[in-house]
Nanobody, 127 residues
């Protein structure tokens, strides 16, 4: 079983940038699609971004396209989310997740296609 730990969240003003990191332990994530999701109080968990094992394929939610960039370092078992031009509506708890199947991008934007989750990191953007 893999353990995922997010870090890098914080309180920033609108227009600022943050870089989230997700560190995996227990097993390698190099063969899996990795994703970022977020959830605000009273809302469903929302897909943010995902990246394939080879880095060749990325997916982004419509609300973050052009502002957020996902990356990964398989040698360090880490995934990152660079968030630029932050808006108040980006305020949420951000979660890192591992796809349930190796070498698969099926359902990359769907919560139930991921089987391991971190505890989340809070991002608050003040307007």
């Amino acid at each position: 079983q893999v353990q995922l730990v997010e870090s890098g969240g914080g309180y920033v003003q609108a227009g600022a940038s943050l870089r989230l990191s997700c560190t995996a332990s227990g097993r390698t994530i190099s063969s899996y699609l990795m994703g970022w999701f977020r959830q605000s109080p009273g809302k469903e968990r929302e897909f943010v971004a995902a990246i394939s094992w080879s880095v060749s394929t990325t997916f982004y939610g419509d609300s973050v396209k052009g502002r957020f960039t996902i990356s990964r370092d398989n040698g360090k078992n880490t995934v990152h989310l660079q968030m630029n031009s932050l808006k108040a509506e980006d305020t949420a708890v951000y979660y890192c997740a591992k796809h349930r199947n190796m070498w698969s991008v099926q359902g990359a934007t769907e919560v139930d296609k991921y089987d391991s989750w971190g505890q989340g990191t809070q991002v608050t953007v003040s307007s």
